[in-house]
């Protein structure tokens, strides 16, 4: 007996090849032990001896009426937790205020540096709270949560912490990032190297051995950090056995992904200045495109991704929020579904396949979630819509019927 069976529903597993969106009509989804037992056509369940009747099957039968049942969404990069906001800092810029003035006032990245290091974890937490569940009233089953506004052992630390604890307060995965190389903080100021080496000699070593740190990420730009600079901090990580990540091409063309996918990246994200010619080194090192559209969007970008040439090559794409307090103040996953689709051209297909199955891989868990499929974790969002496109589809309108998170509601 399992312990529940959703049937009447149309399921897309958003498993690799088959139907688009491995999509079934007339589909059924047993859960037992907090994991997926059986996926398939209704009227290909199990018959129990004479008649075929599923409450034979389960404990418990729950009829969806017709309902969509895909994978819990994956937001495969945010930096969820920070203190404070720059709303201010916006109406200035509206009032037409440069960003050097502002950042002279001591506004942008810094900003958010100063008010995280004073936060307590607990305050951190409590902000950041909302926002999470913000995403889970959209379906979220795994977020991934980067530091980088504390830039000092402690504050980094903290930082890691409290997205720890965000996982325990809700039903939800929560991956960790070490983002410590995010930017040069005020106290390293004209020293980037030597903050590089603090890096990784002490903040790394440091998140590594409390545990904190499930990846590394640096931001590869000329307002972040060289590729030699981004390399001396993925070989301290290899050296510490955590998989690596890079925020590369996102305003500029440094080489960051052909840098990150040398290193066998698990994904290079934002990737607007990507040339044509490093999408091969993504293909073939397995890395992930991340698009992030809501920071094309709120920067006003004007240069596209090179999404047909990924697309071309086989290259996996993710979608996700890039949830920030700069350049992305955004919690909704289906208006970066949206997004994709409006600002990159993605299909609706490959901007679900971005925020479930790719996402899934992005984070290493490709085994665990991201698709509907015997053997995976119960992770599952009920929609009430008609088809998969309407996902991406509607603006500002949630049709979440409910989340099921390892099996239970
Ligand atoms: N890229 C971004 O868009 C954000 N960080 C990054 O590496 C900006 C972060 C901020 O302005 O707070
Ligand atoms: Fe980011």
Redesign the pocket.
């Known amino acids: 007996m399992w312990d529940a069976l959703y049937i009447d529903a149309a399921v897309a597993t958003m498993r690799d090849g088959g139907a688009p969106y491995g999509l079934i009509e007339n589909g059924a989804v047993a859960v037992e032990a907090g994991r997926i037992a059986w996926v398939g056509p209704q009227d290909g369940l199990p018959k129990s001896s004479d008649k075929p009747a599923p409450d034979k099957l389960a404990r418990h039968i729950v009829s969806l009426n017709g309902a969509l049942i895909t994978p819990g969404l994956i937001d495969c990069h945010t ?1 969820l937790v920070f203190a404070s906001d720059r709303a201010g800092e916006f109406e200035a810029r509206l009032k037409g205020a440069s960003y050097e003035e502002i950042a002279h006032a001591g506004g ?2 810094n900003a ?1 540096v100063r008010a995280t290091r004073s936060a307590s974890e607990d305050d951190l937490v409590e902000a950041a709270l909302p926002r999470l569940d913000a995403m889970i009233a959209e379906g979220v089953t795994t977020i991934e949560i980067k530091s980088g506004y504390g830039l000092n052992i402690d504050s980094e630390l903290k930082m890691l912490r409290a997205a720890r604890r965000l996982g325990d307060l809700r039903a939800v995965t929560v991956k960790t990032t070490l983002l410590a190389a ?1 930017a040069v903080p005020p106290d390293y100021e004209g020293r980037a190297d030597d903050y590089i080496a603090h890096v990784c000699d002490d903040i790394m070593p440091a998140a590594h051995a409390e545990g904190l740190a499930d990846a590394v990420d640096g ?1 590869c730009e000329g307002v ?1 950090f060289s590729p030699a600079q981004i390399a001396r901090v993925f070989d301290k990580a290899k050296t510490l056995g955590l998989p690596v990540k890079l ?1 590369a091409e ?1 305003l500029s063309d440094l080489g960051g992904a052909r840098l990150a996918a040398g290193y066998g990246a698990l994904s290079a994200d934002h990737l607007e200045y990507l040339a044509d010619s490093d999408v091969p080194a993504l293909a073939s090192a397995g890395t992930v495109a991340v698009v992030l559209p809501g ?1 094309f969007y709120y920067l006003r970008e004007t240069k596209l991704p090179p999404i047909d040439a990924l697309r071309a090559a086989g290259v996996p794409m993710a979608v996700a929020t ?1 949830c ?5 103040p955004m919690t909704s996953l289906l208006l970066a579904m949206n997004m994709a689709a409006t600002l990159f051209r993605l299909t609706p297909e490959e901007a679900l396949a971005g925020m479930t199955r790719h996402a899934a891989k992005a984070l290493g868990l490709e085994k665990d979630c991201g698709t509907i499929e015997a053997g995976k974790r119960a992770d599952l969002a009920v929609w009430n819509v008609d088809r998969p496109a309407a996902l991406s589809y509607f603006i500002g309108y949630n049709p979440l019927q409910k989340r099921i998170f390892a099996g239970q509601e």
């Open positions: 930096h942008g990245i958010t995010h931001f972040g925020h996102q920071a890039d920030n307090p700069g350049t992305s």
